[in-house]
T-cell receptor, first 115, second 112 residues
């Protein structure tokens, strides 16, 4: 457990509405990531952050934006949700304390359904 | 582009059998992680391997990183029903913000 929480855990919304998912960590990790998980695709990176106000795109960033105004919070926003964004969303942090710099730990996930 | 190919994607075996899951790539990685995920939960890290040829054991699970650091395998001896779950491999590189490339996952079902 790396002190990662996600909210909400479940959400149902309608096409065209904005949605914001929150990831909160308690251990002051610099790097945070947002992934989506869909059957047959494993996890795919949406956006990541390497510090407060420092973010970059992943492989499936279209239709998503992120913000990080505090070290502990990383927000993922769907500006206008579409049915193709129905998925399970995972937040992760990168733990560099053990010297294995690519090791990531994951939150419990948010299940999003866009109708 | 799927840089990490995981096989098999589905595996159903009887309790007590052995199994191996493979994770292959044409790219070199600086590290390789294996995760296990249960329904409704996030992936949980099992092991990280960083040296070509490295072998790590975790009770009945044996993980190997290929000599060229392009592939990895997970071997489970005498599988138990509690091993049921989704197994994911992920490759990392030293550059690029610590991003991981994930395989598609292997859905393992161990029947009593």
């Amino acid at each position: 457990d790396a002190g990662i929480t996600q909210s909400p855990r479940h959400k149902v919304t309608e096409t065209g509405t904005p949605v914001t998912l929150r990831c909160h960590q308690t251990e002051n990790h610099r790097y945070m990531y947002w992934y989506r998980q869909d059957p047959g695709h494993g996890l795919r990176l949406i956006h990541y952050s390497y510090g407060v106000k420092d973010t970059d795109k992943g492989e499936v960033s279209d239709g998503y934006s992120v913000s990080r105004s505090k070290t502990e919070d990383f927000l993922l926003t769907l500006e206008s949700a579409t049915s193709s964004q129905t998925s399970v969303y995972f937040c992760a942090i990168r733990d560099t304390s053990g010297g294995l710099e690519e090791t990531q730990y994951f939150g419990p996930g948010t299940r999003l359904l866009v109708l | 582009t799927q840089l990490l190919e995981q096989s098999p994607q589905f595996l159903s075996i009887q309790e007590g059998e052995n199994l191996t899951v493979y994770c292959n790539s044409s790219s070199v990685f600086s590290s390789l992680q294996w995760y296990r995920q249960e329904p409704g939960e996030g992936p949980v890290l099992l092991v990280t391997v960083v040296t070509g040829g490295e072998v790590k054991k975790l009770k009945r699970l044996t993980f190997q990183f290929g000599d060229a650091r392009k592939d990895s395998s997970l071997h489970i001896t005498a599988a138990q029903t509690g091993d049921t779950g989704l197994y994911l491999c992920a490759g990392g590189r030293n550059s690029g913000g610590g991003k991981l490339i994930f395989g598609q996952g292997t859905e393992l079902s161990v029947k009593p």
